[in-house]
């Protein structure tokens, strides 16, 4: 495989896409790097390259997009939290929410990998089909799953944790 000639056809259209799907340039230029580098890491097998590299392109552009779209949900989470109490949160507050997380985290861990997915994923807004996708089954049995997951986390909270 030759990488350079494979760059030097196909870098310009790509990275011309990108800039087009991303709204910018600099952003284009990193995702169309990291492209080219994952050609080199993982050669695709019988597909087309050009098609390949494009698809990649793509889905690198979503997930930085989901990466930038939870770090702006939890500057604003912590907006709020720094408007609620002030530039300096109550200590004890603080203490409190940093105990309900390793609540919440210590019943997550033993949930099964699944059922983390799908609560996980519930959480941050995916639909019954992205999620079907990511664990592997109908979209149909996503709504069943989900109930059987909450039921399960439930029942790994300490009892203080659940009761009002």
């Known amino acids: 495989m030759d990488v350079e000639a494979i760059f030097e056809a196909e870098h310009d259209g790509l990275y011309r896409y990108l800039v087009r799907l991303t709204g ?3 952003l284009a230029a990193d995702i169309a790097q990291e492209c080219f580098i994952r050609l080199v890491e ?3 097998r019988d597909q087309q390259l050009r098609g390949w590299l494009f698809r990649v392109g793509t889905n690198l ?4 997009s989901r990466v930038r779209r939870r770090r702006v949900e939890l500057l604003d989470e912590a907006a709020d ?6 530039t300096t949160p ?12 390793r609540v919440v985290h210590g019943a997550l861990a033993q949930l099964s990998s699944r059922d983390r997915t799908l609560l996980l994923m519930r959480q941050a807004g995916f639909s019954h089909r992205e999620m079907a996708e990511a664990v592997g089954t109908t ?19 300490p009892r203080s944790e659940v009761e009002p």
């Open 42 to 44: 993982r050669r695709p």
């Open 24 to 26: 910018d340039a600099d």
């Open 90 to 101: 109550d200590p004890e507050r603080v203490l409190e929410i940093a105990e309900t997380r």
């Open 61 to 64: 552009v979503r997930d930085d």
């Open 139 to 157: 979209t149909k049995s996503v709504g069943s799953m989900i109930a059987r997951a909450l039921r399960k986390f439930a029942q790994n909270l």
């Open 81 to 86: 939290v720094m408007e609620w109490y002030g």
